[in-house]
């Protein structure tokens, strides 16, 4: 089983738009619909929806580390459950 | 040391409760983000893990992943057949039936015309429900003619997956149904999952409340029986309270457990990785 490296350019995009801020020791990325601060939890796993409270709108978390990463999590596709 | 996989697409609680536990428990964890991989199929796989936990929250992500895996001698649990059985309602209502579980009185059709005659003979009130699909989704309450036949019409400008009519009598039930978890053949635990206000539909992922439930003799019997029908090792079993005892309408083969974990307290994040490291050493 192969990881792929070539991720698409979109979360290049957010990294920008995503960089973590650190308060205290809450780690906080902004909500690119409504600048909303979203809590990035202490255990942080890539693959993990967070919701900006403010605006309700989801994102995956794409990478942890030095620096977190967000991006648009996907709709909820017909296929989804349980 | 025991090595897993865990596939997966998104992380929820259910996720991460099982990394934290396959961690605590000394397992060589390996996560696999189903969306960040790709598969040479010319070549063979290499280096496999001892074992696979299918939890990608996608049908067709999880069926598969699993198959290709299995056909490179890999271990994954649930199995292809036991997920492509669960994944759909029909091949699960079919595989109840021929092990003598009780099940809702149920008709499939494969046209709009053929379905309101399937309803003339279950009768009304009747449910329609896609037979893919999962958290109480595009599922309708069918209570008369004029009614049904508008909902049936709607359904043919949708994919073709929803030109599947699967009918099911609506049962006569209280207004919760129950979830019940088996591994490994043992009936683990189960809770009430009570409709929401302005909702008939149970599914806790719709605002279900959650309540601990008893393990009573029948509903123990017919959780184990269930998960046997469908050879699922790990799977949540759902029945209702009809006036007739219990009657089983879906197995789940991914199945989400937080609200069992809150309500009854049991660790089931431990009960599954336990049950993992046995399935490797048998």
Same mark, same amino acid.
């Given at each position: 089983?192969?990881?792929?490296?070539?991720?698409?350019?979109? &979360?290049?995009?957010? /990294?920008?738009?995503f960089?973590?801020?650190?308060?205290?020791d809450?780690v906080?990325?902004?909500? &690119?619909?409504?600048?909303?601060?979203?809590?990035?939890p202490? !255990?942080?796993?890539v693959?993990?929806?967070?919701?900006?409270?403010?605006?309700?709108?989801?994102?995956?978390?794409e990478?942890?580390?030095?620096?977190?990463?967000?991006?648009?999590?996907?709709?909820?596709?017909?296929?989804?459950?349980? | 040391?025991?090595?897993?996989?865990?596939?997966? !697409?998104?992380?929820?609680?259910?996720?991460?409760?099982?990394?934290?536990?396959?961690r605590?428990q000394?397992?060589?964890?390996?996560?696999?983000?189903?969306?960040?991989?790709?598969?040479?199929?010319?070549?063979?796989?290499?280096?496999?893990?001892d074992?696979?936990?299918? #939890?990608?929250?996608?049908?067709? *992500?999880?069926?598969?992943?699993?198959?290709? @895996?299995?056909?490179?001698?890999?271990?994954?649990?649930?199995?292809?057949?036991?997920? @492509?059985?669960?994944?759909?309602k029909?091949?699960?209502?079919?595989?109840?039936? /021929?092990?003598?579980? &009780?099940?809702?009185?149920?008709?499939?059709?494969?046209?709009?015309?053929? +379905?309101?005659k399937?309803?003339?003979?279950?009768?009304?009130?009747?449910?329609?429900?896609?037979?893919?699909?999962?958290?109480?989704?595009?599922? +309708?309450?069918?209570?008369?003619?004029?009614?049904?036949?508008?909902?049936?019409?709607?359904?043919?400008?949708?994919?073709?997956?929803?030109?599947l009519?699967?009918?099911?009598?609506?049962?006569?039930r &209280?207004p *919760?149904?129950?979830?019940?978890?088996?591994?490994?053949?043992q009936?683990?635990?189960?809770i009430?999952?009570?409709?929401?206000?302005? !909702?008939? *539909?149970?599914?806790?992922?719709?605002?279900?409340?959650?309540e601990?439930c008893?393990?009573?003799?029948?509903?123990? !019997?017919?959780?184990?029986r269930?998960?046997?029908?469908?050879?699922?090792?790990?799977?949540?079993?759902?029945?209702?309270?009809?006036?007739?005892g219990?009657?089983?309408?879906?197995?789940?083969?991914?199945?989400?457990?937080?609200?069992?974990? *809150?309500?009854?307290?049991?660790?089931?994040?431990?009960?599954?990785?336990?049950?993992?490291? #046995?399935?490797?050493r048998k």
């Open positions: 089983m192969q990881v792929e490296d070539s991720l698409s350019f979109q &979360p290049i995009m957010f /990294k920008r738009l960089s973590k801020q650190i308060r205290g809450v906080k990325a902004l909500c &690119p619909q409504c600048e909303g601060e979203i809590n990035i202490e !255990d942080a796993v693959g993990e929806i967070v919701t900006c409270p403010d605006c309700g709108s989801p994102y995956e978390i990478s942890v580390g030095s620096e977190v990463v967000i991006k648009p999590a996907e709709v909820e596709g017909e296929d989804w459950g349980e | 040391m025991v090595s897993l996989g865990i596939i997966y !697409d998104f992380i929820r609680p259910e996720e991460k409760m099982l990394i934290n536990e396959a605590n000394g397992v060589e964890l390996k996560l696999i983000d189903a969306k960040n991989i790709y598969f040479n199929i010319s070549n063979s796989l290499k280096n496999l893990e074992i696979y936990l299918q #939890r990608c929250v996608s049908y067709f *992500r999880s069926i598969h992943i699993t198959y290709l @895996l299995e056909s490179f001698k890999g271990t994954v649990i649930n199995s292809f057949n036991t997920a @492509l059985i669960c994944g759909n029909l091949f699960t209502t079919i595989s109840l039936l /021929k092990h003598g579980i &009780p099940v809702p009185r149920t008709a499939i059709s494969f046209s709009k015309s053929s +379905a309101v399937a309803l003339d003979e279950i009768g009304y009130p009747s449910i329609l429900k896609p037979v893919i699909g999962s958290w109480g989704r595009l599922i +309708a309450p069918l209570n008369d003619p004029e009614s049904s036949l508008a909902i049936l019409e709607s359904r043919e400008y949708l994919h073709p997956i929803y030109h009519y699967y009918i099911q009598e609506r049962v006569k &209280p *919760r149904d129950i979830r019940s978890l088996v591994v490994d053949g009936f683990i635990c189960a009430y999952r009570y409709q929401p206000p302005l !909702d008939w *539909r149970t599914n806790t992922a719709r605002g279900g409340r959650a601990p008893p393990g009573n003799d029948e509903l123990v !019997d017919i959780s184990v269930a998960a046997e029908a469908v050879n699922g090792e790990i799977v949540g079993v759902d029945c209702m309270e009809s006036r007739d219990l009657v089983v309408h879906e197995v789940n083969n991914t199945v989400e457990f937080k609200n069992m974990v *809150r309500v009854t307290g049991v660790n089931i994040p431990s009960e599954i990785i336990s049950y993992l490291k #046995r399935r490797v």
